[in-house]
T-cell receptor, first 111, second 112 residues
Framework: KQEVTQIPAALSVPEGENLVLNCSFTDSAIYNLQWFRQDPGKGLTSLLLIQSSQREQTSGRLNASLDKSSGRSTLYIAASQPGDSATYLCAVRHTGNQFYFGTGTSLTVIP | EAGVTQSPTHLIKTRGQQATLRCSPISGHTSVYWYQQALGLGLQFLLWYDEGEERNRGNFPPRFSGRQFPNYSSELNVNALELEDSALYLC???????????FGSGTRLTVV
């Protein structure tokens, strides 16, 4: 069974700092990996989707990498802003079409 | 293109009653997934429907059930509501294969 782990569980950084969130998974038989953002009490917003054949994806200040063989992904946030404060979740889509979520990293960016 | 829509936004029910939550996927998406997120907890997988069939279900009692209609919209039913069923229920849709999820904004169910 696929297991997805996110480290750290919580992170607090001063505004302007660059930061890295980590996601690891146990089964490399995946279609893709997706990073989401969730604001308190809200639904999930997709940030980046990386296909299994890709190494990275970029959107604005966000860059996500994927190393399928080692079962790792990182989400890099450049020049963090208070508006980036949210919970960040990664999800892998197994080749059986099942999605598996990590438990998330709660990010606080201090002005 | 309309996103995933869920209704109602909020729902308040009394313990023992039944709740029905609805989800309309993005046009063309055939898979619908339901998740429960209790306050302060992670996403718990409930149900997955694809092409009208239940493909998988999470570790929830049978009083959590649902269905997918021919137009791919879906309904989640929770019978004999308990206080601990209070949570945000999220629906997501997807195409089959190597595509990602798109989530709706959720239904906040409160059981009193």
């Amino acid at each position: 069974k696929q297991e997805v782990t996110q480290i750290p569980a919580a992170l607090s950084v001063p505004e302007g700092e660059n930061l890295v969130l980590n996601c690891s998974f146990t089964d490399s038989a995946i279609y893709n990996l997706q990073w989401f953002r969730q604001d308190p009490g809200k639904g999930l917003t997709s940030l980046l989707l990386i296909q299994s054949s890709q190494r990275e994806q970029t959107s604005g200040r966000l860059n996500a990498s994927l190393d399928k063989s080692s079962g790792r992904s990182t989400l890099y946030i450049a020049a963090s802003q208070p508006g980036d404060s949210a919970t960040y979740l990664c999800a892998v889509r197994h080749t059986g079409n099942q999605f598996y979520f990590g438990t998330g990293t709660s990010l606080t960016v201090i002005p | 293109e309309a996103g995933v829509t869920q209704s109602p936004t909020h729902l308040i029910k009394t313990r023992g009653q039944q709740a029905t939550l609805r989800c309309s996927p993005i046009s063309g998406h055939t898979s619908v997934y339901w998740y429960q997120q209790a306050l302060g907890l992670g996403l718990q997988f409930l149900l997955w429907y694809d092409e009208g069939e239940e493909r998988n279900r999470g570790n929830f009692p049978p009083r959590f059930s649902g269905r997918q209609f021919p137009n791919y919209s879906s309904e989640l039913n929770v019978n004999a509501l308990e206080l601990e069923d209070s949570a945000l229920y999220l629906c997501a849709s997807s195409l089959a294969g190597g595509y990602g999820y798109t989530f709706g904004s959720g239904t906040r169910l409160t059981v009193v």
